[in-house]
């Protein structure tokens, strides 16, 4: 069996959920490539992840499923339940009657976690890019969370989360909540740090999981604001280290899960070898300054910017909440 001793885990609070390796791999990446996946996975199961994020809307789940499936059948794990997957619903699920199917269909083996993608509601039917304000409805949050808890009662999800939600999105949904959201999942990276939402998170006792870690995969082609930092880059000399480890172990001394993806064995191995060293307490202050730069825009990137979007205010999700 291949080693996971060295990745620490952390406590979630939902319900009796299981702790979360403190690292996962991200599956996102576009175009898909099924085979490419698959490998991708078995290679992290190999080296040691135990931890994988997936989507509906990445259509990952089903290759995520068979490597892991197949990582079972070669031993390199005893059970799919040493597993931690995390799975979410896409903006065309997010209304309270499609909750519990849309778990059901994404149940290529058990998931640990499910999120609401994001606080967004579109017209049920498939996913489609970019996304057309006319299929944007009123989101029922208070429904959709009702229906969430139904899939952490019922054992399905062992723990219910959200992503892509600001401190009001939580403070809604906090009211209404019988089981509160144990995980939120956001954009956060030494260039995007989402200081005051991870305080109220702390507060809270919602736990933050940080994707895009290393500043995404350049969708735009617009650089990389943490592989492209000086700072960094300086302090990875420093420490003998790469920019990517410096950065997932900032992220997880601020106490949050990096959510890195990596299809390459070797950059899969590089980005686990960041919880035997530490960060001096001038990288820490030196890394505090760097400019801030938020990558993933709901408008205009994920969600049309053509005319008001009904269901959401996306200018509330660009909120710079430092
Ligand atoms: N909830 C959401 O709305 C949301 C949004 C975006 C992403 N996510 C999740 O978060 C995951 C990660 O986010 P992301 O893919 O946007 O960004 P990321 O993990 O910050 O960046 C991935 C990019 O960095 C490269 N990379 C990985 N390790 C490296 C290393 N050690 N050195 C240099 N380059 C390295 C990868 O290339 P190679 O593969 O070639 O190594 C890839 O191009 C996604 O896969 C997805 O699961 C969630």
Redesign the pocket.
């Known amino acids: 069996m291949a080693s996971t001793r060295a990745v620490p885990e952390v406590p979630l609070r939902s319900g009796n959920a299981r702790p979360m390796p403190a690292i996962g791999m ?4 576009f175009p898909l490539v099924p085979r490419t996946t698959v490998k991708a996975v078995l290679e992290a199961v190999e080296v040691g992840y135990r931890h994988f ?3 509906t809307v ?1 259509a990952t789940e089903r290759p995520l499923g068979e490597a892991l499936a197949e990582a079972v059948r070669r031993r390199l794990v005893a059970c799919w339940e040493e597993v931690f997957v995390t799975s ?1 619903l896409w903006c065309t699920q997010c209304h309270p009657h499609l909750v519990l199917p849309s778990l059901r269909e994404s149940l290529h083996g058990p998931v640990r976690l499910y ?1 609401i ?2 606080p967004i509601s579109l017209k049920p039917g498939p996913a489609v890019f970019p996304v057309r304000r006319d299929d944007a409805v009123p989101l029922d949050l208070d429904g959709v969370w009702r229906a969430m808890e139904e899939c952490h009662r019922l054992g399905l999800a062992k723990a219910i989360g959200v ?2 939600f600001t401190t009001r999105h939580l403070d809604k949904l906090m009211a209404a909540a019988t089981v509160p959201p144990a995980v939120n ?3 956060m ?1 030494p260039a995007w740090q989402q200081r005051k939402l991870r305080e109220y998170c702390a507060e809270k006792g919602i736990h933050v999981a940080a ?8 969708w735009l082609g617009a650089g990389n604001a ?2 492209d930092s000086e700072v960094l880059a300086e302090i990875a000399m420093a420490r003998g280290k ?4 410096v950065a997932l172990r900032w992220i997880y001394e601020q106490g949050v899960t990096p ?6 064995k070797q ?1 899969l191995k ?2 686990l070898e960041v919880f035997d060293w530490g960060l001096t307490d001038d990288d820490l202050r030196k890394i505090g300054r760097i400019p801030q730069k938020k990558i ?1 825009k709901a408008a205009g990137v994920v969600f049309t910017t053509e005319g008001e979007f009904m269901s959401a205010d996306l200018a509330d999700m660009e909120i710079v909440e430092e």
């Open positions: 991200g599956t996102a990446k994020d997936t989507a990445y979410k999120l993608h994001w992503s892509n999942q956001v954009e990276n994707y895009s870690p290393l500043g995404g995969q350049n943490v592989l790469t920019i990517a480890q959510i890195v993806k990596s299809f390459s950059r590089e980005n993933v």
